[in-house]
Nanobody, 121 residues
Framework: QVHLVESGGGLVQAGGSLRLSCAASGSIFSINDMGWYRQAPGKQRELVTAITNFGSTNYADSVKGRFTASRDNAKNTVYLQMNSLKPEDTAVYYC???????????????WGQGTQVTVSS
């Protein structure tokens, strides 16, 4: 089993910054892509960013230039630096990781429990 634990959410004023972290632990042989999704009230979960194990990233258009994803492969941890936050960034943020648990296993996607980010105007 693999567990993802997120931290770093909270309440911030518009224009402020937050840094989210997500650490994976458990039966991990290797991790391919990691990423962040978010879900605002009444809306579907949407991709915010994905980052490969080589550090290549892609971002939703709504966060480009404001959010930066990074990862520490030695710590199985992914980060999301969020700057110039807007009220519309308010959502529960979920991290995910595509994990290979052994040399013989396939790849399974695991999710964190979510962390609330609230941006006040």
């Amino acid at each position: 089993q693999v567990h993802l634990v997120e931290s770093g959410g909270g309440l911030v004023q518009a224009g402020g910054s937050l840094r989210l972290s997500c650490a994976a632990s458990g039966s991990i042989f290797s991790i391919n892509d990691m990423g962040w999704y978010r879900q605002a009230p009444g809306k579907q979960r949407e991709l915010v960013t994905a980052i490969t194990n080589f550090g290549s990233t892609n971002y939703a258009d709504s966060v480009k230039g404001r959010f930066t994803a990074s990862r520490d492969n030695a710590k199985n941890t992914v980060y999301l630096q969020m700057n110039s936050l807007k009220p519309e960034d308010t959502a529960v943020y979920y991290c995910n990781a595509d994990v290979k648990s052994s040399i013989y296993s396939g790849i399974a996607r695991y999710w964190g429990q979510g962390t609330q980010v609230t941006v006040s105007s």
